[in-house]
């Protein structure tokens, strides 16, 4: 199925409503503050099991877009960011909205999330065959040093400490090896378990890190009351002069966001902030950006769409999420048996097409429903979370029940809830612990594999150049943190 | 921009520190765990050695993060500066970190009530449960989370088994 077939089969009944309800779901999830586009993809994951691996994919793939774009709505409205990748258009999108211009602030908002979106699809529709053809030259060394650095780059470059993000990644490495180990056949680490034979559930770690840990963290807030919202919307289509104005940073906020998307395991959040740092610095009225200024709109929430189609391209030619949310939706095509890696391109051709397709045509669903929408998608902030919460825990279990019937899952959904909630309260980032979860088989098997080719010799890490190239990177990106926080305290004076 | 406050600091140490004894408890965990593993006779490393050097990883980085700790070094990133500058503080509810410690324990109640009651009436009594100490307790409210509940245990139920997903 080639890309044309991929556009075709989204219109037709059942994936164009998976389209529909997905792109819904995912904006109405990440305009309401605490659960995110990660959680409602992980809670998607069991009820993809019935779907083919194509309709799974459009499913998850709209959510993924929807969750990314709706944290603007209430990030713009209310301060409230529905995302952590909308943060950083609170900045202007608020003040903006404040100052009598709320339909302004969202017009150019959503229209920047399109373009932004729609970019960053060409990138993905260009550049991924390229990137698979280069990737297929790749020996087991490459892929283990590849997975390596991938691991060292999120725990570098996602929020907080870099030591504690590779303390994450590697606990998730080291939840995914109890079972049956694929090289060997052995059981391994099941401590005389029945039940560990067949290892943790991806889903239900998934599930219990992404979801019951959001809803644990929800319950504190809820009795959080939101006031009410100005319901007009004036202003919120742009014109082709709006457009033109602000072209140059657009595009710019793109290229940021499709770059930083492509970097194995760094978010949204990450391009947004680096484009909208971009836009003050290059601007030559930076003092008017946190005042409701538009360029820092359209900057960030270009840069948070754009991200999108960039993290799906080291996804589906390398295995390798772009994102967290990637990483979820890289589990999901493991579900249905869908191996992410350069050989996707000939093995299953109908996921890409439709995986690319539904990038685009989610953007375009997205675009028309915020703009027709978006105070009515707002006022469900009203909603109180004591209704919604427990639902959510309810549809946890029948989610971890839907793979094995095994309420051995269920309690381990639990217990990594609790686990994911305890990490979250410590700073600790949950991307780099999902990517080591999914990561680490990957990472064993070719690792071995290579060991038994080179009989046990680790010497063709560093005498295989991309194999070198991509350990040095892992080392920079360990080493670079930790030295330039020991510069800063060297700088920084003793307190008296 | 700002970092983190003095008061924040001891709480996140003591976080630090007891995520670090955490992660080496695990690592030696797995250590113990795969000390008896046999190797293949074509398998260069065996199936302990993955997880073995993983947990020595483990370790090494969670005695760096405790020694930071007790050399008093903050574990916070320049990366959160920009967040703490921009996020919004709404301070006109109370946060109630006791529901968390709810949702904790009625979850466990819930998911060990299933195989004796069965999914339906135990999600029901769940969410009415849950739901009632989480709302503000007015009439209304009450009446919908109980309404929720009714529908949504019993509904989700059908729903689920309706698409063949095996539910106790």
Not at chain 1, 46 to 62: A, C, E, K, N
Not at chain 1, 69 to 88: H, N, W
Not at chain 1, 255 to 279: D, E, F, M, T
Not at chain 2, 32 to 61: C, E, H, I, K, M
């Amino acid at each position: 199925m080639d890309l044309v077939q991929g556009f075709l089969h989204l219109v037709t009944g059942g994936p164009l409503l998976l389209l529909l309800v997905g792109t819904f779901l995912g904006i109405v999830v990440g305009a309401l503050p605490g659960l995110t586009g990660g959680a409602l993809l992980a809670l998607s994951l069991p009820f993809t099991y019935r779907m083919s691996s194509v309709d799974g994919v459009i499913l998850m793939t709209s959510m993924y877009v929807g969750g990314i774009s709706g944290g603007l709505i209430t990030a713009t409205l209310m301060r409230i960011p529905g995302e952590p990748s909308a943060v950083v258009t609170t900045l202007d999108g608020f003040p903006m909205a404040r100052g009598g211009r709320p339909g302004r602030a969202l017009g150019l908002g959503i229209s920047a999330s399109l373009i932004g979106g729609a970019l960053s699809w060409v990138a993905l529709v260009t550049l991924a065959p390229a990137m698979a053809r280069l990737a297929l030259v790749f020996g087991p060394f490459e892929n283990f040093a590849l997975v390596l650095m991938a691991l060292v780059l999120i725990a570098a470059l996602s929020q907080g400490s870099v030591v504690k993000g590779l303390l994450s990644g590697l606990f998730g490495m080291l939840v995914s090896y109890p079972g049956i180990d694929e090289t060997s056949g052995q059981m391994r680490l099941t401590f005389g378990f029945e039940e560990m034979v067949g290892g943790f559930s991806y889903l239900a770690v998934i599930l219990g890190a992404f979801a019951i840990s959001q809803v644990l963290a929800d319950a504190m807030h809820a009795r959080q009351k939101f006031e009410r919202l100005d319901p007009s919307v004036k202003g919120i289509f742009l014109s082709p002069k709006d457009y033109l104005g602000q072209a140059f940073n657009i595009v710019r906020s793109s290229v940021i966001g499709v770059w930083i998307g492509i970097l194995p395991g760094v978010g949204a959040s990450i391009s947004s902030i680096v484009a909208y740092s971009v836009a003050k610095n290059m601007s030559k009225t930076p003092e008017k950006f946190g005042t409701g200024f538009e360029d820092g709109i359209v900057a960030a929430e270009t840069a948070n769409n754009a991200n999108t189609g960039g993290a799906l391209i080291p996804m589906i030619t390398l295995g390798i999420p772009g994102s967290p949310a990637a990483s979820i939706l890289l589990a999901g095509l493991l579900m249905h048996n869908v191996q992410p890696g350069p050989t996707l391109f000939t093995n299953s051709p109908e996921v890409v097409s439709a995986l690319m397709a539904t990038h685009l045509a989610s953007h375009i669903v997205m675009f028309a429903m915020m703009v027709a929408g978006c105070m009515m998608i707002a006022r469900l902030m009203y909603v109180q979370r004591a209704y919604v919460l427990p639902i959510i825990i309810v549809l946890c279990v029948i989610g971890a029940l839907a793979e094995n019937g095994r309420m051995f899952d269920v309690w381990t959904m639990i217990g990594f809830g609790v686990v994911g909630f305890l990490l979250e309260l410590a700073a600790v980032p949950l991307g780099p612990f999902v990517i080591g979860l999914i990561l680490a088989p990957l990472a064993e098997t070719q690792l071995r594999a290579g060991l038994m080719g080179s009989n046990g010799s680790l010497m063709p890490l560093v005498e295989r150049p991309v194999a070198l190239l991509f350990l040095l990177v892992s080392v920079l990106m360990f080493v670079w943190p930790l030295w330039r926080d020991f510069l800063r305290r060297r700088q920084t004076p003793l307190p008296a | 921009m700002s970092g983190p406050s003095v008061t924040e600091e001891p709480k996140s140490a003591r976080a630090d520190a007891l995520f670090a004894l955490a992660m080496m408890a695990v690592a030696l965990l797995t250590m113990w765990g795969v000390r008896n593993q046999p190797r293949a006779p074509y398998d260069p490393v065996g199936a302990a050695a993955v997880p073995f050097w993983t947990a020595v990883a483990v370790l090494a980085l969670a005695s760096v993060l405790l020694v930071r700790v007790l050399l008093k070094h903050s574990t916070r990133g320049a990366a959160m500066s920009l967040f703490t500058m921009s996020e919004a503080v709404d301070d006109s509810y109370a946060v109630v970190p006791r529901f968390s410690v709810y949702a904790v324990v009625l979850s466990l109640f819930y998911v060990a009530l299933i195989p004796l009651a069965g999914f339906a009436a135990a999600s029901v009594l769940f969410m009415l449960v849950f739901g009632a100490a989480l709302c503000d307790r007015t009439p209304r409210s009450l009446a919908i989370v109980a309404v929720v509940a009714l529908l949504g245990g019993v509904g989700l139920d059908y729903g689920f088994r309706a698409l063949l997903i095996d539910l106790p």
